[in-house]
């Protein structure tokens, strides 16, 4: 496949830029037309769409997809859509050369392609999000505190998928709300793709990768693993301790934090995200916790059982 690959990409007219072998397409015709001579109908294609920044966490979905396909898309694209905060997009870390020779590294894995569209090859002429109703999912914990963010998320993938044509798509964890959103718009677009989940990448400390930790200083790294120390005490405390205090256990935990503000803490079932008020022996359940460092937007969740 990667002889393959080298002869086909490089006989485009439409010629991508290329890195060594890497290579980096900026439009849907371009990226399309590679494609369409690397795919056979056996052909699986992984899709892992990211927002640049890259670390360990892309890193290990990149992985993933390598080993369960034979061909490989990464996108880097910083989606307006999806922010709530004019100055938390325009502070959002972007660095593209350092991305591409993240992803370079790991050509000896396999060959990647990589597609870096501008926002008109993703919207076109209007930049703006589209309505999705995902049965309430939309509402709980991350859309009570950034309305509209998951029709922003919504409106990427779904342009995404469409530009790419994957077989299989990897998400992480992290961002666990949002994996089960697209797993619903999946099905209400009946999209032929697998949604793909995969686990969260930790830092030595226990902190969740982010591609905004690199905005913390040292100490406030440090300090931020005390989020998901709060998340293993929870599991913990899940099987014989009531829910409202467990509840007030984490609330307690962060009341005179002088560096951590605790926005939000939920204890939920996990297909539906709503909050649980009673355990069900036959559900599974998910402890979500989102917090700020000065401006900087921390969220983890563990599973409880």
Request: net charge positive; aromatic share 8%; proline share 4%.
């Amino acid at each position: 496949i990667q002889k393959f690959m080298q002869i086909n990409c490089n006989s485009l007219s439409l010629q991508p830029i290329i890195v060594k072998s890497m290579k980096v397409f900026t439009t849907n015709q371009s990226l399309q037309f590679c494609l369409a001579s690397l795919k056979t109908p056996a052909s699986c294609l992984g899709f892992v769409p990211t927002m640049g920044a890259l670390h360990q966490g892309h890193l290990s979905l990149i992985k993933r997809a390598i080993k369960e396909n034979e061909i490989v898309v990464v996108s880097i694209f910083v989606n307006p859509t999806q922010f709530n905060s004019a100055g938390d997009l325009k502070t959002y870390p972007r660095n593209l050369k350092q991305d591409l020779k993240k992803i370079e590294s790991m050509e000896s894995l396999g060959e990647i392609i990589v597609y870096v569209p501008s926002e008109a090859a993703v919207y076109g002429n209007s930049v703006a999000k589209e309505a999705f109703d995902f049965g309430g999912l939309e509402l709980q914990m991350e859309g009570k505190f950034r309305p509209g963010h998951f029709q922003g998320v919504g409106t990427v993938v779904q342009k995404l998928l469409d530009i790419v044509g994957p077989t299989h798509a990897y998400f992480g964890e992290k961002d666990f709300q949002q994996l089960q959103i697209i797993k619903k718009l999946v099905k209400m677009t009946k999209a032929n793709v697998k949604i793909i989940a995969c686990s969260i990448e930790r830092e030595p400390s226990g902190l969740a990768m982010s591609s905004r930790n690199i905005r913390l200083t040292t100490g406030e790294r440090s300090h931020a693993s005390k989020i998901y120390e709060a998340l293993k005490m929870t599991k913990d405390k899940f099987s014989d301790t009531p829910l409202d205090e467990i509840t007030q256990w984490v609330a307690d935990q962060f009341e005179k934090d002088a560096i951590i503000n605790l926005e939000y803490f939920e204890i939920s079932e996990q297909l539906t995200l709503q909050s649980a008020n009673k355990i069900e022996p036959q559900k599974k359940y998910r402890a979500f916790i989102s917090a700020y460092i000065r401006n900087i937007r921390l969220i983890d969740n563990i599973a409880l059982n």
